[in-house]
C-alpha cells in the first residue's frame, strides 16, 4: 500500500532508539517499510532537514500481583459492577484489565533510554535492605465517598512497604490497588439514594518478593504495561 503525501509534512522514523524526522513533500512512501511511522503537518524544516530526538518511556515502580491473585480480584470487580444495573455500570465505570492490577510505588513519568539504568540502581538502592514481606489486603471503597475517582482496594498497613516508597521519595504513599476508573461526569447525574456503597473486605496476603520498574504504553485501547526490569528482594 503506497501512502500519498500532497502537502510539506514530515516524516518520523525509528531506527535503535532514536526518532529522525525528516521533511517530506509530494513523496511515495511505502507503508511495509515505514513501519509504525506517522506524520506531523505543519513543523518548519527544510526538506531534506533531519533533526534527532530521543525516544522517552513512561515509567513507574510498582509491585505485580500473581495470576492467582488478578483473577480473584477479577472476581471482585464483576461483584461491584453488579451492585449498579448494567447500563449504569457500563457507563460509569472503566475497569482495570486483570492483566494490568498492580500496586503503584511510585509514577516516575517521562524518562529518557539512557536514564533508566539510574532509575534502577536507586529502586535497588530503596529495596536494598529490605526482605520478602507477606501484605494484607484491606477494604473496597470509593477513593472519595462525596466525589470518587476510582474504586480502589485499601491495603493494610505495613512497615516494609512503606519504608519503600519513603525510600524511593515517595512520601505521600496511599498503598491501594485500583480496581476501576469512574467517569465523573456521568457520576454526579446519578442520584445519590442510587449510589450503591461498597462494604467489601478481602482477607488475603500476598507475598512482596520483588518490585518492577514498568513502562506504560499508552494505546486507544487503554494503557499497556510493560515490564522492563525485576528487582529481588533479599
Not at 484489565?97 to 532509575?119: A, M, R, S, Y
Not at 477494604?139 to 491495603?155: G, I
Not at 476508573?181 to 500476598?206: A, G, L, S, V
Request: glycine share 2%; hydrophobic share 40%; aromatic share 8%.
Amino acid at each position: 500500500m503506497e501512502l500519498t503525501t500532497n502537502t510539506a509534512q514530515t516524516l518520523i522514523t525509528k531506527s535503535n532508539n532514536n526518532i529522525y524526522l525528516t521533511s517530506s513533500k509530494e513523496r511515495n512512501i511505502s507503508k511495509t517499510n515505514f513501519q509504525g511511522t506517522r506524520f506531523l503537518s505543519r513543523i518548519p524544516f527544510a526538506k531534506g532537514t533531519e533533526c534527532l530526538l530521543q525516544l522517552m518511556k513512561r515509567i513507574f515502580i510498582a509491585i505485580n500481583l500473581s495470576p492467582n491473585m488478578k483473577e480473584k480480584l477479577r472476581q471482585y470487580q464483576q461483584e461491584i459492577a453488579g451492585l449498579f444495573p448494567e447500563e449504569i455500570s457500563q457507563a460509569i465505570f472503566k475497569w482495570v484489565k486483570p492483566e494490568n492490577l498492580h500496586i503503584t510505588l511510585l509514577f516516575v513519568g517521562e524518562v529518557k533510554d539512557e536514564n533508566l539504568l539510574d532509575i534502577i540502581e536507586r529502586t535497588k538502592k530503596a529495596a536494598e535492605d529490605i526482605s520478602p514481606f507477606q501484605l494484607n489486603l484491606g477494604e473496597v471503597c470509593y477513593d472519595n465517598k462525596k466525589a470518587p475517582r476510582l474504586v480502589w482496594l485499601k491495603l493494610a498497613k505495613n512497615e516494609q512497604l512503606s519504608q519503600i516508597a519513603e525510600n524511593l521519595g515517595n512520601f505521600d504513599f496511599s498503598p491501594h490497588i485500583t480496581l476501576a476508573r469512574i467517569r465523573t461526569w456521568q457520576w454526579k447525574y446519578i442520584n445519590p439514594e442510587e449510589q450503591p456503597e461498597i462494604n467489601i473486605n478481602i482477607e488475603e496476603e500476598i507475598l512482596v518478593s520483588s518490585l518492577d520498574i514498568m513502562e506504560s504504553v499508552l494505546k486507544r485501547s487503554g494503557p499497556e504495561y510493560i515490564a522492563l526490569q525485576k528487582i529481588l528482594l533479599k
